[in-house]
C-alpha cells in the first residue's frame, strides 16, 4: 500500500487524490503545514506526497514551487488537474430566516484559506459584505474552527468532503467565482507510478538557468524547442534568490524524456552555457466529478 502525505482532512489536495486514486487502497497521512508534506517524503516517512502547484484563478502557487526548487531534491512523479469545487459550510438551523432561507446577514465571520477565499470574492461581496473574512492554513482548518465554535454567526468556505468529514452543512454550494477553476496537482516521490487510468499525455518540467551577460539567450532557448516542434505548455520566470534580477525560468515541455527530441533540444541549451535541472518526466492525468 502506497503512503501518502497530504494536507487536512477534507481539503482540495485530500478530495482530488482520492478521486484519483479511486478503489486503490493508500494510507494518507496528514499535515497542517505544506512544508511538513513536502518534508515526510524528504525524510521518507510517506513514498509520496501531494503538492499542488497552480490554479486556473489564482495562477503559480509560488511557495509551493519554490519549495520543489529550492527545499527538497524530489522529482515530479504524476500530475492531474481536478476542480476546485468551493462551498459556503455552516450551520443552517443558525442561519435560517423566518420563511425557511438561509438568512446571509446573520453570518457575521467566513473563514478560509487564502486561495479558496481569493476564488469566492464575487459571492462574498454580493451576500455577505459586511461579513469579516479571515484566512487560516486550510479550507479544513475553517470548517473544523466553525464546527467547534457554534452560535457565533461563522461560515467557512471549503470542500463537499469537508463539510461531510465535520458533520456540517453546505449553505451554498459551488460559490466560486468561475465555472472553469481547476487546480493542478503534482505526485513527487522517489520512485516512477502509471495509474491504471488513461493518462492524457507525458510532460517533463525542466528548470533553466541563463548564462550572464548573453544577450537573447531566453530566445534561443526558446527556438531550440520551437524547431523541433516541442510544444513548451508553460513558462515561467522564478528569482534565483542569489542576487536581485537573478531567474530561473520553469518550463513544461509536453513530451517525454525518452523523447530523442528533447534530449536534443536539452543538449543544445547546455551549449549555449545553460545550466538544465530535470524536475520530473510524468504522465499527465485529466480528472473531473
Given amino acids: 500500500m502506497k503512503t501518502i502525505a497530504v494536507l487536512p482532512e477534507g481539503t482540495v489536495s485530500h478530495e482530488a487524490l482520492l478521486h484519483l486514486f479511486g ?9 497542517k503545514q505544506i512544508s511538513d508534506v513536502f518534508l515526510a517524503t524528504a525524510s521518507g516517512k510517506s513514498q509520496y506526497s501531494v503538492i499542488p502547484i497552480e490554479n486556473t484563478i489564482e495562477g503559480s502557487v509560488s511557495l509551493h514551487m519554490d519549495w520543489l526548487v529550492h527545499e527538497v531534491d524530489i522529482p515530479m512523479q504524476v500530475e492531474w488537474v481536478y476542480p476546485s469545487i468551493q462551498n459556503l459550510i455552516g450551520r443552517q438551523a443558525e442561519l435560517l430566516s423566518p420563511d425557511g432561507d438561509i438568512d446571509f446577514s446573520k453570518v457575521t465571520k467566513v473563514l478560509s484559506h487564502p486561495v479558496a477565499m481569493a476564488q469566492c470574492m464575487q459571492f462574498l461581496r454580493l451576500h455577505m459584505p459586511h461579513a469579516e473574512l479571515e484566512h487560516v492554513g486550510s479550507t479544513s482548518e475553517a470548517v ?24 456540517l452543512d453546505i449553505l451554498a454550494s459551488k460559490v466560486t467565482d468561475h ?3 481547476y487546480t493542478r496537482f503534482v505526485l513527487i516521490g522517489p520512485e516512477p507510478l502509471r495509474l491504471p487510468i488513461s493518462s492524457v499525455q507525458d510532460k517533463t518540467s525542466i528548470l533553466v ?53 528533447l534530449q536534443s533540444a536539452m543538449e543544445e541549451i547546455e551549449a549555449l552555457g545553460c545550466q538544465v535541472r530535470i524536475l520530473g518526466s510524468y504522465p499527465s492525468y485529466s480528472l473531473s466529478k
Avoid at 478503489?23 to 499535515?31: A, G, I, K, M, R
Avoid at 473544523?144 to 458533520?167: M, S
Avoid at 534580477?245 to 509536453?254: E, I, K, P, R
Fill in 23 to 31: 478503489d486503490e487502497p493508500v494510507e494518507l497521512l496528514h499535515f
Fill in 144 to 167: 473544523e474552527w466553525v464546527k467547534h465554535h457554534p452560535d457565533e454567526g461563522l461560515a467557512a468556505i471549503g470542500t463537499t468532503l469537508g463539510a461531510k468529514r465535520h458533520g
Fill in 179 to 181: 465555472d472553469n477553476n
Fill in 209 to 261: 538557468t541563463l548564462p550572464e551577460d548573453f544577450p537573447g539567450a531566453l530566445h534561443q532557448v526558446v527556438s531550440a524547442f520551437a524547431w523541433r516542434k516541442l510544444n513548451l505548455s508553460r513558462i515561467e520566470s522564478r528569482p534565483t534568490k542569489k542576487r536581485l534580477g537573478s531567474y530561473y525560468f520553469y518550463m513544461d515541455v509536453l513530451a517525454s524524456l525518452e523523447s530523442v527530441l
